[in-house]
Nanobody, 115 residues
Framework: QVQLVESGGGLVQPGGSLRLSCAPS????????MGWYRQAPGKQRELVAS???????NYVDSVKGRFTISRDNAKNTVDLQMDSLKREDTAVYYC?????????WGQGTQVTVSS
């Protein structure tokens, strides 16, 4: 069973930066898109950013200009560079890989923005 392994979460002050990384524990074939979701306490999970196999990116409005998603097609890894972090970015962040036959999810990594 392939799992997604996330890293890079933690505590950061407002205005700071973090970089999240996600890598599968095994091979995944027919990947369509990769992305990052987040879920804050008491809120629904939302798509933060996604990137297709061709490199087309999409961001939720609240992170445009601050977050950058990137992927390595050879390694099937996906990163999320988060700059100018705000308190409202505090959430558990989940990596997602959308493949032809199923979705894969990471276990989640906590990002806390606080002074």
């Amino acid at each position: 069973q392939v799992q997604l392994v996330e890293s890079g979460g933690g505590l950061v002050q407002p205005g700071g930066s973090l970089r999240l990384s996600c890598a599968p524990s095994g091979s995944i074939f027919s990947i369509r898109a990769m992305g990052w979701y987040r879920q804050a306490p008491g809120k629904q999970r939302e798509l933060v950013a996604s990137i297709t196999s061709g490199g087309t990116t999409n961001y939720v409005d609240s992170v445009k200009g601050r977050f950058t998603i990137s992927r390595d097609n050879a390694k099937n890894t996906v990163d999320l560079q988060m700059d100018s972090l705000k308190r409202e970015d505090t959430a558990v962040y989940y990596c997602n890989i959308n493949a032809k036959f199923r979705d894969y999810w990471g276990q989640g990594t906590q990002v806390t923005v606080s002074s």
